[in-house]
């Protein structure tokens, strides 16, 4: 069964950086597309930033380029989501997602930011 875990959240301050891990066990086969989302308190889950299998492909929410990036590292079976220049509103519970083939959520983990 496949299951993907998430590490790395915190609490930090804002300008603070972060690291986020999502391993995926249970699969010998690289997912298609690995992607973070994020879901503030009273709002709906939203994208965050995704990259294709080789790596050479990513894509960033607005709210993010250029402080956060993507990363993959397929023997390992792990995406990372590097978070710097944090700010207050990028408080959230950030989730992974992996497609291709199924798709897969993992539990979430818990990054704030405080002023």
């Known amino acids: 069964q496949v299951q993907l875990v998430e590490s790395g959240g915190g609490l930090v301050q804002a300008g603070d950086s972060l690291r986020l891990s999502c391993a995926a066990s249970?699969?010998?086969?690289?997912?298609?597309?690995m992607k973070w989302y994020r879901q503030a308190p009273g709002e709906e889950r939203k994208f965050v930033a995704q990259i294709t299998k080789s790596g050479g492909s990513t894509a960033y929410a607005d709210s993010v380029k250029g402080r956060f990036t993507i990363s993959r590292d397929n023997a390992k079976n792990t995406v990372y989501l590097q978070m710097n220049s944090l700010k207050p509103e990028d408080t959230a519970i950030y989730y992974c997602?992996?497609?291709?083939?199924?798709?897969?959520w993992g539990q979430g983990t818990q990054v704030t930011v405080s002023a």
């Open positions: 997602n992996a497609i291709g083939p199924g798709t897969y």
């Open positions: 249970g699969r010998t086969v690289s997912f298609l597309v």
